[in-house]
């Protein structure tokens, strides 16, 4: 499997400190035993469908064992410095917000999935490694499984670390019908503040 890399520019106002190993690379991402989406392309065009994700929107997921989503919330994190504290703090957050934590179980059940709708091509960002560090810290403090990180350009979508993907849904296309649920998606639900993001909208 081949990476190719891209400077972000959250990525490129990042100082060289301890934050910087905050991060995963490609390599320690795709041998960190994700499990694999059975469905991607359902799973990418349900949450486009309920989200509707413009550039710097993060999604994230929670799948049950059948990979029926059962919770899912969408939020633009404010423009800062790629750092994967950050992002962890604002994926369990929304983890919180949406669905009680599976901590009491030996064993995950439920697995989260992160879409992220960014600038640029589909190539791997130091803006990707914060994320891919921040969705495997957010699932083990709040006791699911870490599942796939996704990114969502204007070249499609592309599961990272598999190299599955595909043209559409893209960054700029328009909903198609959704899919990852029986049930058609809830109007948006906005908040507050919390910490450094901006929450935008929540389902179920």
Known sequence: MTFGFASSSAASLSPPTASATRLLEPAEWASAGIPLLRNPREVVSGLHARHRPEPATAVVAVLDPDERLRASASFTVRRAPADGWLFRNALLAQLRRVIPHDLRRRTPVRTAVLLYCREGDARWTEE?????????????????????????????????????????????SAPEPFATSEAPPPPPRTGGVASDVLRRAAAR
């Open 128 to 172: 990707d490694g914060a994320w891919m560090w921040g969705l495997r810290d957010a699932c083990t403090l709040h006791g699911l499984r870490c599942g796939a990180y996704i990114t969502l350009t204007r070249d499609g979508w592309q599961v990272l670390g598999e190299g599955r993907g595909g043209r559409r849904p893209h960054a700029m």
